[in-house]
Every structure is written in C-alpha cells, then in structure tokens.
C-alpha cells in the first residue's frame, strides 16, 4: 500500500467546514482512498472511501485530484463531536490498513 | 446491526501473567482482524483470518501471543506471558471479505495494562 503524509494538527471553528488534505503521490491505480477518525478511547470510525470519482455520504465528502496523487476530506459543518486524529490510507482492498500519524482535528467553540 | 464486540474493556495484569481478549465480528463477515495500537501511534496489523484461516501473522510475536477464530465467528487473542511492553490498546476489526467492498469495522478496543 502506498505511503501518505497528512499534517500533524489542524484546527477548525465550530460550524465550519473542516478540509483535511491528504498527500498519496505514489499511489498505485487500484489503491483506494480511505478515511478513518479516531476519537479518544474509541475504536477507528470508518468515514468515506473512493477509487477515482468524488464521493459524498452522511459525514463526509471525499475531492480526489484527477491525478489521484491527493485528495481532501470534507467535514462540511464541523461540531465539537469531529475532535479527533483522521487517517487518510491508501489500501487496495484486502489484507491490511497501514495508518499513518493521522491529522489532529481540533474543533473549537 | 450490531458493531463489532470486544471484550474486557480494560484490563490490568502483572508481567509474566496471561490474559485473553475475545472478539466477536459483524454478523456475516468473513474477514476479521487483530490490530495492536500504541499511545500515540496508528493501529498496526497482528493477524488476519479469512474464516477460520490465518492468512497472514506476519506482524504476530509467535513466542507470545496467539490467535484462534475456531468456528470462524468470534475470536481470541491470547498473550502468555505478558511484558511490560505489552501495554497497549488490542483492537479487533471485522470485514464482509477480500474482495469488493472491504472496508473495515472496528470494535471499541481493550486497553491493557501490564504492571
């Protein structure tokens, strides 16, 4: 699976949108992008996932470049409750996810 | 639908005891998964099973721990002894299969503690 680098720490104003961008420059053409957070003493979330096209459900939207050597996930009206570390992993379905540092959202009032 | 199941929640032990983790996937999924997770630290992969199959312990330390999933259902992951080092969050993760949609569920965790 490909290597991603995402930032250390973000921080984003209640009610906003929160856009966590995500660096997947070798990725491979079956690899898909995967999102999960991590909100402390919890298990991993699943969030979104897409292969080429920009994808959108009840939590997120996931912007996949056209060169898909990055993309953004979308938190679109952050709440306190989106405080947590997001992962972005590229994996081609099946066998492991490699998790990264993840991104630290905080969400402030 | 119920989420994956883990059990204990915590635990604390002293080095050189065993302990026991038990895991019981999403109802329907073929695919289960142990992951270890240090403070700070992503989820790292232990081992895979593919019904009742290991299909990859790579990542497992064989001289301590191991793994059942007998009626390839529920599954448990056993440390004997544990170290110090052991401390650590045990997250158990389930998926319908290898192939298609194989995005991964986690469970809450079991956090141990060695002293």
């Known amino acids: 699976d490909a290597k991603t680098t995402q930032p250390p720490s973000m921080d984003c104003a209640e009610g906003r949108a929160a856009n966590l961008p995500c660096n997947h420059s070798?990725?491979?053409?079956?690899?898909?992008v995967y999102w999960y957070r991590q909100i402390h003493s919890q298990g991993p979330q699943y969030i979104i996932h897409?292969?080429?096209n920009n994808e959108t459900n009840e939590m997120a939207s996931l912007i996949i470049t056209e060169d898909r050597k990055s993309s953004t996930l979308i938190l679109p009206h952050a709440t306190l409750r989106d405080t947590a570390v997001y992962y972005c992993?590229?994996?081609?379905?099946?066998?492991?996810?490699?998790f990264g540092q993840g991104t630290e959202l905080s969400v402030k009032p | 639908e119920a989420g994956v199941v883990q059990s204990p929640r915590y635990k604390i032990i002293e080095k050189k005891q065993p302990v026991a983790f038990w895991c019981n996937p999403i109802s329907g999924h073929n695919t289960l998964y142990w992951y270890l997770q240090n403070l700070g630290q992503g989820p790292e992969l232990l081992i895979r099973y593919e019904n009742e199959e290991a299909v990859d312990d790579s990542q497992l330390p064989k001289d301590r721990f191991s793994a059942e999933r007998l009626k390839g259902v529920d599954s448990t992951l056993k440390i004997q002894p544990a170290e110090l080092g052991d401390s650590a969050v045990y997250l158990c993760?389930?998926?319908?299969?290898?192939?298609?949609?194989?995005?991964?569920?986690f469970g809450p965790g079991t956090r141990l503690t060695v002293l």
């Open positions: 993760a389930s998926s319908p299969g290898p192939t298609g949609a194989d995005t991964q569920y």
């Open positions: 992993i590229s994996h081609n379905q099946g066998g492991k996810l490699i």
């Open positions: 070798t990725i491979s053409g079956n690899e898909y």
């Open positions: 897409g292969l080429k």
